[in-house]
């Protein structure tokens, strides 16, 4: 993972099409694709993220979902561990929102009208 400047886009997976910008002080926007569903589509799921509005134990919470602790979090991801941190409070809240028929439709959307790429 490379270190997220405010304002440009990063790649934080690749299996899913997921990117994140930082647009200030512990606050981000992220995007991803989701799916496939049964019936084969994809969605992508688009939200901000202000990790002020988290308190610590919710952070440590939904961290212990991916990792055993966020000491362990921070061992691993050290100068990126505020991107992994809002990685994983995204995953938790995605509410999709647009589909497409493929998981390729999903990230041309994604670079074309979220990231611009």
Request: aromatic residues 12%; charged residues 25%.
């Amino acid at each position: 993972m490379q270190k997220t400047n405010t304002n440009e886009w990063i790649c934080t997976d690749p299996d899913c099409c997921q990117y994140q910008r930082k647009i200030g002080d512990g606050q981000y926007h992220m995007v991803q694709a989701v799916g496939p569903f049964p019936n084969g589509k994809y969605q992508v799921a688009s939200c901000a993220v202000n990790l002020g509005d988290y308190t610590k134990e919710e952070i440590e919470k939904i961290i212990r979902m991916y990792y055993s602790s966020m000491d362990e979090l921070v061992e691993v991801y050290a100068e990126f561990s505020e991107g992994v941190i809002v990685e994983c409070l995204f995953e938790q809240m995605i509410s999709p929102r647009a589909e497409f028929n493929g998981l390729d439709e999903a990230e041309g959307y994604i670079r074309e009208s979220c990231i611009k790429i």
